[in-house]
């Protein structure tokens, strides 16, 4: 199936890789600055949740991407894409409503806001022109979750996740997602953790859901927005993810 649907007027590769790369370079630091400014430490939250809780959270986090990939695909078929700004806005009340009762409503709430991210990934595929039901753009979706999230931001590593791809089969995506689950398991139980207590749980949550919401769109703009860039240049994909670290480098 092809993956383009959309056209759009023609670009400067230069400009848009700079343009891309200070997009990376900005999306973990407004994450943590909303996290640190309610004094919420990265380090040591999950030792706050149970432990059954710690236990079945890389298989229920596994099993949440899955279903959430369905429903987020279905989704679009009754509800069109938002701006930005309200999708921030009501992620933001998700995480207050899921923080308010503590650790049981907060583990309510973690696979609707689970659904709500990736539907906002596809709603950026597509702002880049492509297709939300082409097998590629979907396994795109995913992998846009290997960065993990703000609190694993690591100064560039995550870039790893822009060059990955492998053959789209059934067996691939559900070995992706076996790949992203465990990393996307500890940054959703620190997400538990902070909003474990009642109340102050609620801004919490949040605040987190804000900082995820913030910083998976900005990682989806430079994820789609690369692959764009390559099919309009005819360059090799892997010559701009070279290219973008490069640039990441220049602007840190």
Same mark, same amino acid.
């Given at each position: 199936?092809?993956?383009?649907?959309?056209?759009?007027?023609?670009?400067?590769?230069?400009?848009e890789i700079e343009r891309l790369a200070r997009r990376y370079k900005a999306a973990g630091g407004l994450g943590i600055q909303v996290?640190?400014?309610?004094?919420?430490?990265?380090d040591g939250l999950l030792d706050r949740l149970p432990a059954p809780v710690?236990?079945?959270?890389?298989?229920?986090?596994?099993?949440?991407?899955?279903?959430?990939m369905s429903a987020a695909s279905h989704s679009r078929r009754m509800?069109?894409?938002q701006s930005e700004w309200l999708n921030s806005a009501v992620s933001t009340a998700m995480g207050a409503a899921g923080g308010f009762g503590g650790l049981p409503t907060a583990l309510a709430e973690l696979p609707v806001t689970t659904t709500l991210l990736l539907r906002?990934?596809?709603?950026? !595929?597509?702002?880049?022109?492509?297709?939300?039901? /082409?097998d590629s753009v979907?396994?795109?979706?995913? %992998?846009?979750? $290997? +960065?993990?999230?703000?609190?694993?931001?690591?100064?560039g590593s995550d870039l790893a996740f822009l060059s990955a791809r492998v053959a789209l089969t059934g067996a !691939?995506?559900?070995?992706?997602?076996?790949?992203? /689950?465990?990393?996307?398991?500890?940054?959703?139980? %620190?997400?538990? $953790? +902070?909003q474990a207590v009642p109340v102050l749980g609620a801004v919490a949550g949040a605040a987190t859901n804000y900082a995820y919401?913030?910083?998976?769109?900005?990682?989806?703009?430079v994820h789609f927005g690369l692959r764009r860039l390559a099919i309009e240049a005819d360059q090799p994909h892997d010559q701009m993810v070279a290219r973008l670290k490069d640039q990441v480098k220049v602007l840190t």
């Open positions: 199936m092809n993956e383009i649907v959309l056209s759009r007027p023609p670009i400067d590769p230069d400009e996290l640190n400014s309610l004094g919420t430490q990265a710690r236990a079945q959270l890389d298989a229920a986090t596994k099993a949440a991407l899955v279903q959430a509800v069109p894409d906002v990934i596809e709603g950026v !595929a597509v702002e880049h022109g492509f297709d939300p039901n /082409a979907r396994f795109d979706c995913v %992998q846009v979750f $290997a +960065a993990a999230g703000p609190l694993a931001h690591d100064d !691939a995506m559900q070995a992706i997602i076996a790949r992203v /689950a465990p990393r996307l398991a500890i940054v959703m139980g %620190q997400k538990l $953790a +902070a919401t913030s910083y998976y769109t900005d990682v989806a703009h």
